[in-house]
């Protein structure tokens, strides 16, 4: 039998990932995995990266948000100019400054997807579809064609991500798709399931299969993430602080349009693409 924990879009969130950890000790964890997103939006990168040497992921696939390091490397400054993509380089210079080396390379060349066999259940883990590590394509309400799409190839198990939303359903074949839901940025739409918890999976399997699925739901000082992130000066800071004291999404375009026009932000992320082109 082995326990595993699925972590997922932790998001630069040391406070949480810390509470997370410490609780997958409590419940004897064997193995962790990770699903993309573990940088970027919080201060702490590095100390997230460096959490996560400590219980050695035998699995990490590539998130949204690190595939933002690739693309602040190669964008057009002309072109990559939409308002998130302002947001994003900006705070991808910003992890940039306190990722060591190796944590760097490690996010610019992280795969698509990972496939574990684990007894007689082959499963993929993927940011969001196989081939691509963004967009609303899986969105918990989306269409039953989408997550079919999602569960393609020989697969029993399909764990995904993104959505910040702990998900449990099924392909039209009948492969299991879960979502751990989110460890450092924790949102809902209904105002009455908000809460302001660090969630992320324990799956224990045996040699018969899938034994239990466990929807973690774990306290963090989220007044202290926040502190962390002032003192740190993050940029969008307020972003951050209205997500984690609401638990509603505050990143929305139109939001970050304004705020890119009051802080003249789109200048700031010519410069930085113009820097760090390859």
Partial sequence: MVK???LSDVHGNATALEA???DARAQQVDEYWT???MTVRGPESERVLSLLDTVAPTAYVLGNHEENYQKVLTANPNTFTKPKQVMATVLTAFDRRQLSPEHFERCLNLPMTVTKQVGPLTIRLQHVLPT???GHALAPTASQANFDEATTGDVDIVIYAHTHTPIMRYGTGGKL???AGTVGLPTALNPNLRQPRANYLVLTI???GLQQIDYRSVDFDWKQAITIAHQAHLPYVEFYEQTLRTNAYQYAPSAVAAYN???DMAQEARKILLENRR
Avoid: F, R
Wanted: no cysteine; aromatic share 0%.
């Fill in 132 to 134: 691509v590590a963004s």
């Fill in 4 to 6: 595993i924990a699925v």
């Fill in 177 to 179: 798709i879960l979502n």
């Fill in 20 to 22: 997370v950890l410490a």
């Fill in 206 to 208: 045996d040699a018969s």
């Fill in 35 to 37: 699903v993309g997103d």
């Fill in 261 to 263: 026009t009051q802080h």
